[in-house]
């Protein structure tokens, strides 16, 4: 168990619609990240927060937006959803913006259809 | 443009065997990252390389950072079935206020009894 807590860690839905993901970071991490892992585009970097500031930010598609709150926790928010966004959503979190180490939670599976 | 590149992609081998995987790379990364990844899990971080030229040994895990900080091997020796999963290598890139992982692809490797 990496500390890391993804909600839920499955979703169905279907194209058009928008759904919210959670993650709640180990004890004492501030910094959160969000990858994007599918079959075909391996596991990507979608953006990360320090303390409730975006601190670095990779190919995430102006339909994903993500925000961290004051208790840390963050969610990814992905709207007009298509069936290419099937993936597994990976949060991971380290103690600092620089850290070498993230540790990562089991990932919310979405499907599209 | 994917900046990591490993290989082989697949490994199918016998235990007791050994084996080496590689990760290269035309950038540099302040540090390199191996990864475990079981499926339906997130990875699971195993080593941090950071200065070239640098090996760490995890048992029987031993990992290699370049000496130009470019690319990594990997090497496991008398592998069991137990080391079966998927390995990722991860370059950690730092940017103005924060940091990312470029992850490469990953080698599927199974060990048969």
């Known amino acids: 168990d990496s500390g890391v807590t993804q909600t839920p860690k499955h979703l169905i839905t279907a194209t058009g619609q928008r759904v919210t993901l959670r993650c709640s970071p180990r004890?004492?991490?501030?910094?959160v990240y969000w990858y994007q892992q599918s079959l075909d585009q391996g596991l990507q970097f979608l953006i990360q927060?320090?303390?409730?500031?975006?601190?670095a930010k990779g190919n995430i598609l102006e339909r994903f937006s993500a925000q961290q709150f004051p208790d840390l926790h963050s969610e990814l928010n992905l709207s007009s959803l298509e069936l290419g966004d099937s993936a597994l959503y990976f949060c991971?979190?380290?103690?600092?913006?620089?850290?070498?180490?993230?540790?990562f939670g089991q990932g919310t599976r979405l499907t599209v259809v | 443009t994917q900046l990591l590149e490993q290989s082989p992609q697949f490994l199918s081998i016998q235990e007791g065997e050994n084996l080496t995987v590689y990760c290269n790379s035309s950038?540099?990364?302040?540090?390199l990252q191996w990864y475990r990844q079981e499926p339906g899990e997130g990875p699971v971080l195993l080593v941090t390389?950071?200065?070239?030229?640098e090996v760490k040994k995890l048992k029987r895990l031993t990992f290699q950072f370049g000496d130009a900080r470019k690319d990594s091997s990997l090497h496991i020796t008398a592998a069991q079935p137990g080391d079966t999963g998927l390995y990722l290598c991860?370059?950690?890139?730092?940017?103005?206020?924060?940091?990312?992982?470029?992850f490469g692809e990953g080698t599927q490797l199974t060990v048969n009894p």
């Open positions: 991971a979190s380290s103690k600092s913006p620089l850290n070498t180490e993230a540790f």
């Open positions: 927060y320090y303390n409730g500031e975006e601190r």
């Open positions: 004890s004492g991490d501030l910094s």
């Open positions: 991860a370059g950690r890139q730092e940017e103005t206020s924060g940091s990312r992982l470029t």
């Open positions: 950038s540099v990364f302040s540090s």
């Open positions: 390389v950071v200065t070239g030229g």
